[in-house]
């Protein structure tokens, strides 16, 4: 039944970086946009970055110019890249998209930023 999988978060220090990845089935198809969420200690959920299969990329203010989104159209398989990373970026990614019938979500990947 699980039809995303994220994959790639882990522990490090600040001012390094990391890559996620999200894995969707082939039953998601790759016209739809695919989009980063996280949600922090105590804090909502909140929007990280999206992008479509035409090229169209948004991030948050929090990480733009630090994050980059991208897509493995064959791979089916979005990406996170995440450099020059703060303790404030610690949090539960999850990966998630928006079809015309359902939303998915991954089972999300702790990412903690700690010395």
């Known amino acids: 039944q699980v039809q995303l999988v994220e994959s790639g978060g882990g522990l490090v220090q600040p001012g390094g970086s990391l890559r996620l990845s999200c894995a969707a089935s082939e039953s998601i198809s790759t016209i739809y946009p695919r989009a980063w969420y996280r949600q922090g200690p105590g804090k909502q959920r909140e929007f990280v970055a999206r992008?479509?299969?035409?090229?169209?990329?948004n991030y948050a203010d929090s990480v733009k110019g630090r994050f980059t989104i991208s897509m493995d159209i064959a791979k089916n398989t979005a990406y996170l890249q995440m450099i020059n990373l703060k303790p404030e970026d610690t949090a539960v990614y999850y990966c998630n998209v928006d079809t015309i019938g359902n939303e998915y979500w991954g089972q999300g990947t702790q990412v903690t930023v700690s010395s």
């Open positions: 992008i479509t299969r035409d090229g169209y990329i």
